[in-house]
C-alpha cells in the first residue's frame, strides 16, 4: 500500500470507528432526516469500503520471466521498460480541506439541534404530566 493511499485509508477507518451513528439516528424526528441520514450512513461505508480495498491495494508484481518464456525477451522487455518508466503521481487530498469546515459546522448545528430537541422533549413531557394531573383532579 502507498503511503498516501495508506494514510488516507487509515483516516476513514478511524473515522467510522468514531462516528456515534446510533447516537445521531437517536436525534432524528422525521422519517425525511432518517431517509437523509440512511443516505449519508450508506454512501460513508461504500467510499470506507473502498479505500480500505479498492484504492489501497498494492496492484500484483508481473512475472516477467514467464512472459519472457512464452513471447520472447526483445518484446517483454520493451515493455518492461515502459512500465518502469511510467510514474503514477502521488494522491493529494484536495477535496478534505474544502469541505472539513463544512462538516464541523454541520456537526455542531446538529449539536445545537440536538440540545433543542431535547429541551424541547423536556418540556412537552412536563405539558403531559400537567395536563394528566389535571384530567386526574377533574370529577367526573
Known amino acids: 500500500m502507498s503511503g498516501a493511499g495508506k494514510k488516507v485509508a487509515d483516516v476513514a477507518f478511524k473515522a467510522s470507528r468514531t462516528i456515534d451513528w446510533e447516537g445521531m439516528a437517536k436525534v432524528l424526528v422525521t422519517d425525511?432526516?432518517?431517509?437523509?441520514?440512511?443516505?449519508?450512513?450508506?454512501?460513508?461505508?461504500?467510499?470506507?469500503?473502498?479505500?480500505?480495498?479498492?484504492?489501497?491495494q498494492e496492484p500484483e508484481p508481473i512475472d516477467w520471466d514467464f512472459y519472457r518464456k512464452g513471447i520472447g525477451s526483445g518484446i517483454v522487455d520493451m515493455y518492461k521498460?515502459?512500465?518502469?518508466?511510467?510514474?503514477?503521481?502521488?494522491?493529494?487530498?484536495?477535496?478534505?480541506?474544502?469541505?472539513?469546515?463544512?462538516?464541523?459546522?454541520?456537526?455542531?448545528?446538529?449539536?445545537?439541534?440536538?440540545?433543542?430537541?431535547?429541551?424541547?422533549?423536556?418540556?412537552?413531557?412536563?405539558?403531559i404530566i400537567d395536563v394528566q394531573e389535571i384530567s386526574v383532579s377533574i370529577p367526573q
Not at 437523509?36 to 484504492?55: G, H, I, M, P, Y
Not at 518502469?84 to 445545537?112: C, M
Open 81 to 127: 521498460e515502459a512500465y518502469d518508466s511510467v510514474e503514477i503521481p502521488k494522491y493529494v487530498d484536495n477535496v478534505t480541506p474544502e469541505y472539513k469546515p463544512k462538516f464541523d459546522a454541520l456537526l455542531v448545528e446538529l449539536k445545537e439541534a440536538e440540545q433543542k430537541s431535547l429541551k424541547e422533549s423536556e418540556r412537552l413531557e412536563k405539558e
Open 32 to 56: 425525511e432526516a432518517r431517509r437523509e441520514f440512511s443516505n449519508l450512513r450508506r454512501a460513508f461505508d461504500e467510499v470506507n469500503t473502498q479505500l480500505q480495498t479498492k484504492f489501497s
